[in-house]
């Protein structure tokens, strides 16, 4: 029940191109979303986040689709770059401010994009 | 960046030696996380800390020990290295758990245990 699933596990895309990464969960109490971006050497990077009292969210070309219902959210690309290749990771958790989930995250398994020139 | 290292970046040890991993943070954050990274498996949290002696189990915690006598550190423990402890190594930080819940990863340790 505190698995996330993302798929797809690799994506190969031209420039200017949308590539849409897709998570899945089954723990209703997840209430918080966040996306990370991880270059190769580096440790994963917050990218955007989504609360699910909201359908979408953008911040420059990254945008998260949300779908309570069906307990799935998804990360679009507009316009990929070159300099988009790296590996995305979606996550889910919990804020419960006077419970015990301490901010733990869930983790998918990861995707790792190429965008070519 | 968060100001959070990691140490070492790359260790080669052999099976059955204990190995310790160090975080060390500047930001004072209260929550501390250490996870391991494998191809398929994406990030899985071992154990996380909440507060200075304050720590406790996340989903792959068999094998590995942690503690934190102060804010800014916290410490990962191998008792005894298995081949299959052979990962990246991230250690997180995150001021609060509630909102925005954001953590912030340091920048990794390689393990190789032969």
């Known amino acids: 029940q505190q698995q996330v699933k993302q798929s797809p596990q690799s994506l190969i895309v031209q420039k200017g191109g949308i590539p849409i990464i897709n998570c899945a969960y089954e723990n209703t109490a997840f209430d918080y979303f966040p996306w ?19 359908s979408e969210k953008k911040e420059g070309r990254f945008t998260i689709s949300f779908n309570k219902s069906a307990k799935q959210f998804s990360l679009h690309i507009m316009d990929s770059q070159p300099g988009d290749s790296a590996t995305y990771f979606c996550a889910a958790g919990t804020s419960n401010a006077g419970g015990t989930s301490y901010g733990k995250l869930t983790f998918g398994q990861g995707t790792i994009l190429t965008v070519h020139p | 960046d968060a100001g959070i290292t990691q140490s070492p970046r790359h260790k080669v040890t052999e099976t059955g030696t204990p190995v310790t991993l160090r975080c060390h943070q500047t930001e004072n954050h209260r929550y501390m996380y250490w996870y391991r990274q494998d191809p398929g498996h994406g990030l899985r949290l071992i154990h ?5 002696k304050d720590t406790d ?58």
């Open chain 1, 36 to 54: 990370y971006q991880q270059f190769p050497g580096k440790g994963p990077a917050l990218l955007i986040a989504i609360r699910p009292d909201v």
């Open chain 2, 48 to 52: 996380y800390s909440y507060g200075v």
């Open chain 2, 57 to 114: 189990k996340g989903e792959v915690s068999d094998g590995y020990s942690v503690s934190r006598s102060k804010t800014e550190d916290f410490l990962l423990t191998l008792e005894s290295a298995t081949s299959s402890q052979t990962s990246v190594y991230f250690c997180a930080i995150s001021e609060s758990p509630v909102s925005p819940g954001t953590q912030y990863f340091g920048p990794g340790t390689r393990l190789l245990v032969l």
